[in-house]
């Protein structure tokens, strides 16, 4: 009885008001829509994330195929030069006519072989190094000129920053090595006319710290040559015969780079005196000496490459190095007297603030016996004293002190009259 009461009243044929009746029946199916949009839209946007991620691993998947792709190539390629038949190197002993060549290989035999028409002939020449194919012998490449690393990792300048206003006191020194290696670079003419060679090589001696580097370098700057440097010890070797291959193949890359100026820094280490030591190490040592002789016998010596070298222990060296015809022309470099360190101080201290006090003729009377490397380290010191007490300017007892502290001239403050000199 009930439940037929409750069905009358939610019937609208039993009074109800249809309107009320139809517009909830609308929200329902408002309702419905927006939920059945929602789910629409979400569906759209997952579709959407789904179909960028697919694009995103499309095109990911596309590079790593590229890639793969130019892997496969390179690994192709490299199985391809593997499966190569190997070459054979030599050594070009003459050059005959009609493409022909003698070839020495590294194997020991010479052979007459034939040449490939790619190659270029100019570089064919006697000497050269060039690869064979294993079975018909033929020519197919030349090959680059082989040299050591320790030939190719020595110091080499282009154009050195030196020049001769770097150089104080050695007024004299410098117009004989000016006569010895500019002259014959830049006029050869002149040597012609008179009818004389010009010397072949110059020996710089002296003191250490007298600037014989720097000359040399300033003589490479002021005939636009290549600066080649290297230590003597450099050309001792373990093995026999290395310290003469590494003196042929420094001569050859002076010729490749000419015009060019080799210095070789205390000689004294491969041309001392030769004794009757039966020490391998001492054979080893006068078998690079001996091949330094002949290379410097073959200069021309109107040639595009000079040799300059530097000891401080001329009294040590064979005699064979001295005599005309390899050192021509020995030049001392000595300690530099009272005027030449003033010019010395002056050309250290021209980028220094200095004091009005400062005199380098002063300086200059203060430093007897300093070389040209004692006054730089002195004005280096001068300038740490001043900022070391924050000052812009550096005055005369910071010279003072720095000489007292270089030179270890521990009279000095005596000397000076001044209790305030002390070492640092």
């Known amino acids: 009885m009930g439940e037929e009461v409750k069905d009358k009243k939610a019937s609208p044929e039993n009074g109800e008001d249809i309107t009320q009746y139809l517009l909830s029946k609308v929200r329902e199916l408002e309702q419905e829509c927006v939920q059945l949009k929602n789910e629409n839209n979400r569906i759209k946007s997952g579709y959407a994330q789904r179909l960028r991620w697919l694009e995103d691993r499309k095109r990911m998947l596309e590079s790593e195929r590229i890639q793969m792709e130019r892997e496969i190539r390179r690994l192709r390629s490299e199985l391809e030069r593997l499966r190569s038949m190997p070459l054979i190197i030599g050594t070009i002993v003459d050059v005959l006519e009609g493409g022909k060549l003698i070839v020495r290989s590294t194997s020991g035999p010479t052979f007459l072989v034939n040449t490939s028409q790619f190659i270029d002939r100019s570089k064919l020449v006697p000497g050269a190094r060039v690869a064979m194919n294993q079975q018909s012998l033929?020519?197919?490449?030349?090959?680059?000129?082989?040299?050591?690393?320790?030939?190719?990792?020595?110091?080499i300048e282009e154009k050195p920053q030196e020049s001769y206003s770097d150089i104080g006191g050695l007024e004299k020194q410098i117009q004989e090595i000016r006569e010895t290696v500019e002259l014959p670079l830049l006029k050869p003419e002149a040597f012609k006319?008179?009818?004389?060679?010009?010397?072949?090589?110059?020996?710089?001696?002296?003191?250490?710290?007298?600037?014989?580097?720097?000359?040399?370098?300033?003589?490479?700057?002021?005939?636009?040559?290549?600066?080649?440097?290297?230590?003597g010890s450099e050309l001792v070797r373990k093995y026999i015969g290395e310290g003469a291959r590494l003196v042929r193949e420094l001569f050859q890359l002076a010729r490749e780079k000419a015009p060019s100026i080799v210095f070789i820094d205390e000689i004294d280490a491969i041309a001392a005196r030769r004794t009757d030591s039966h020490t391998s190490g001492d054979r080893e040592v006068q078998r690079t000496l001996m091949q330094l002789l002949a290379e410097m016998d073959g200069f021309d010596a109107r040639g595009d490459v000079r040799i300059i070298a530097?000891?401080?222990?001329?009294?040590?060296?064979?005699?064979?190095?001295?005599?005309?015809?390899?050192?021509?022309?020995?030049?001392?470099?000595?300690?530099?007297?009272?005027?030449?360190?003033?010019?010395?101080?002056?050309?250290h201290t021209r980028r220094m603030s200095l004091g009005k006090d400062v005199s380098m003729e002063e300086l200059a009377a203060l430093t007897e016996g300093a070389s040209g490397a004692d006054i730089k380290?002195?004005?280096?010191?001068?300038?740490?004293?001043?900022?070391?007490?924050?000052?812009?300017?550096?005055?005369?007892?910071?010279?003072?002190?720095a000489i007292s502290k270089v030179l270890g001239k521990m009279d000095i403050a005596s000397k000076l009259g001044s209790d305030e000199l002390m070492f640092a």
């Open 138 to 155: 033929a020519v197919v490449d030349v090959l680059p000129v082989e040299k050591d690393p320790a030939v190719l990792a020595m110091e």
């Open 193 to 231: 006319k008179v009818g004389i060679d010009p010397p072949k090589g110059v020996l710089l001696y002296g003191p250490p710290g007298t600037g014989k580097t720097l000359i040399a370098k300033a003589v490479a700057r002021e005939t636009n040559s290549v600066f080649i440097k290297l230590i």
């Open 310 to 347: 530097a000891t401080n222990r001329p009294d040590i060296l064979d005699p064979a190095i001295l005599r005309p015809g390899r050192f021509d022309r020995l030049i001392e470099i000595p300690l530099p007297d009272e005027k030449g360190r003033a010019q010395i101080f002056a050309i």
């Open 377 to 401: 380290a002195i004005c280096t010191e001068a300038g740490m004293f001043a900022i070391r007490e924050e000052r812009s300017e550096v005055t005369l007892l910071d010279f003072q002190r």
